[in-house]
C-alpha cells in the first residue's frame, strides 16, 4: 500500500488566500483524522471523521477552517481567508475500526508544510 | 491545557547509552497510551503502545512504563543507536468518548551521538 497521500507537501500564500489541503487515507481504513503541529502546541487534532462522517470537530480552531470527506477516499482540509498564525504543517492520519478490545493505530502522512505570508 | 505534557523540548545521549523520555497527562480518562516517532519531512509512526491495566511494555530495544498514580509515563531505549534521534510524542486516549480521539504531547527531540 502506498501509504496515506497528501498534496500538497510544501504550500506557501499569502494572507487572506484560500488554502486547499488535500489527503487520501490507506485503503479499507474507516477513519481519517486531521492535525496541525506547531512548536508551541505539538500536534493538535482538528477533526476527524468515521465513514466520511465528521465525528468531533472541536479542534478546528475557527470558522475559517472547514473539513470535507466526499468519499473515503479522499478529504479535503480548506482555510478561507488564511492568516500568518495558520502556519504549521499539517498532517492527515488514517485508521480502521479495530477488533474488539484492541486499539488501532494511526498512519500519518507526510504532512504539508504551509506557509501564510 | 495540554493534558498531555512532555516537559523536555530536547535531550542528547551518548550512543549505546539508555535514553529516557518522560511524558506527563492529566486527563483521569486516558486509558491507552501510545508513543510516536518522527523522522524530518516525514509523518510521525508508530513506536509502542501500553494499555493501563499494564505498568510495561517490552519491544526489542523500547520499553514503556506506566506510573498510573502519578500520572506519568517513560519511554526508555536502551541501547540508545544514531537513528533512533528524532522527535518522539506521547500520546493518550480515552476510555470513553471516543477512543479514536488521541491526544498528542509536544514532543521531545532525541540526538543520539555516535
Known amino acids: 500500500d502506498a501509504g496515506v497521500i497528501q498534496s500538497p507537501r510544501h504550500e506557501v500564500t499569502e494572507m487572506g488566500q484560500e488554502v486547499t489541503l488535500r489527503c487520501k487515507p490507506i485503503s479499507g481504513h474507516d477513519y481519517l483524522f486531521w492535525y496541525r503541529q506547531t512548536m508551541m502546541r505539538g500536534l493538535e487534532l482538528l477533526i476527524y471523521f468515521n465513514n466520511n462522517v465528521p465525528i468531533d470537530d472541536s479542534g478546528m480552531p475557527e470558522d475559517r477552517f472547514s473539513a470535507k470527506m466526499p468519499n473515503a477516499s479522499f478529504s479535503t482540509l480548506k482555510i478561507q481567508p488564511s492568516e500568518p498564525r495558520d502556519s504549521a504543517v499539517y498532517f492527515c492520519?488514517?485508521?480502521?475500526?479495530?477488533?474488539?478490545?484492541?486499539?488501532?493505530?494511526?498512519?500519518f502522512g507526510p504532512g504539508t508544510r504551509l506557509t501564510v505570508l | 491545557d495540554q493534558q498531555v505534557k512532555q516537559n523536555s523540548p530536547s535531550l542528547s545521549v551518548q550512543e549505546g547509552r539508555i535514553s529516557i523520555l518522560n511524558c506527563d497527562y492529566t486527563?483521569?480518562?486516558?486509558?491507552?497510551f501510545l508513543w510516536y516517532k518522527k523522522y524530518p519531512a516525514e509523518g510521525p509512526t508508530f513506536l509502542i503502545s501500553?494499555?493501563?491495566?499494564?505498568d510495561k511494555n517490552e519491544d526489542g530495544r523500547f520499553t514503556v512504563f506506566l506510573n498510573k498514580s502519578a500520572k506519568h509515563l517513560s519511554l526508555h531505549i536502551v541501547p540508545s543507536q544514531p537513528g533512533d534521534s528524532a522527535v518522539y510524542f506521547c500520546?493518550?486516549?480515552?476510555?470513553?468518548?471516543?477512543?479514536?480521539?488521541?491526544?498528542f504531547g509536544t514532543g521531545t527531540k532525541l540526538q543520539v551521538i555516535p
Open positions: 492520519a488514517s485508521s480502521q475500526t479495530p477488533d474488539r478490545g484492541r486499539r488501532d493505530t494511526q498512519y
Open positions: 500520546a493518550a486516549s480515552p476510555l470513553t468518548g471516543g477512543y479514536q480521539k488521541v491526544t
Open positions: 486527563n483521569s480518562m486516558f486509558d491507552y
Open positions: 501500553i494499555s493501563s491495566i499494564k
